[in-house]
């Protein structure tokens, strides 16, 4: 009677966890993992469910309270960045103490060399930082002074966001589920007489503690994530770009510009052409086609009439 117990017991956990589906598995990437194990010395303290407590309520970021209890948003806001300065290096520099004052600290950097058509050896720099979300903005104003001419030097500029509330929510409500069964299957262990019914109960356990294991680390992975927000920024050197000079005259730039005019020459033709074939043609169609036709067709009919006359004259 105890053994059917027990047998009852861990097929109806069975059946509770059967529905309860695997959440999705993410793959970390560089970024990702820094997020995860290279956090600055002064880690935020974890609360008694795991989840990081802020030490001040942020200005635009998420709270640190369940995502499902008060309706908060958590959003993942990163940015791209590509500009022009004169020395890549110390940019780099720049914006890795900038990043390391506002609390957050550098995920990759890279300073290389490239040759130019002109055979000038010039430095180029990529670097990734992460920062406080609610600092993004004056983060971004930061690296943008860096340039000389925000109107010409800043190449490319990118922020996106992602509202990841609805997945935190699914994976809380997974986790409690979850927990609670291993909570359930603890108990029914410590009932447990027969060995084989302890090694069943025991590998069980073992799938539902790996199972909570990863959705711990995905809930984790997204709060990281909407708290740091992550800005990459390509810098370009000056001088890769500078025209060549010589005497005041700028053979470069004024090749740009015959080649443009060049450009749109051609494309002025092809334009044309276009107009020309969709437009133009079926115009002229509908309106000399039906003139056609009645000619063509006065034409024979005037044909056989001249034919039926000649026979009646001989």
Known sequence: MRNSKFWIGLLSLSIMLSSCAMAPSYVESQEDKAVMGMMPAEAPRMDAEGFFMEEAAMEGG?????????????????????????????????????????GGFVVYSNLYKTTTSQGLEVPNANITVRVPAEKLESALAQIKGLVADARTDIINENVSGEDVTSQVTDLESRLRNLEAAETQLLEIMENADETEDVISVFRELTNVRGEIEVIEGQIKYYRESARLSAISVYLQAKAAVEPITIGGWQPGVEAQRAIQALINGGQAIVNALI?????????????FLPIFLIVRAIRKRRAKKAGEEKPAKQ
């Open 275 to 287: 107009w020309l074939v969709l437009f133009a043609v079926p115009i002229l169609a509908l309106i």
């Open 62 to 102: 998420f709270s640190t309270s369940s995502a499902s209890g008060n309706g908060e948003r958590i959003v993942i806001k990163n940015a791209d960045l590509a500009i022009i300065v004169t020395d890549p290096s110390e940019a780099m520099e720049t914006i890795a103490k900038m990043a390391e004052g506002m």
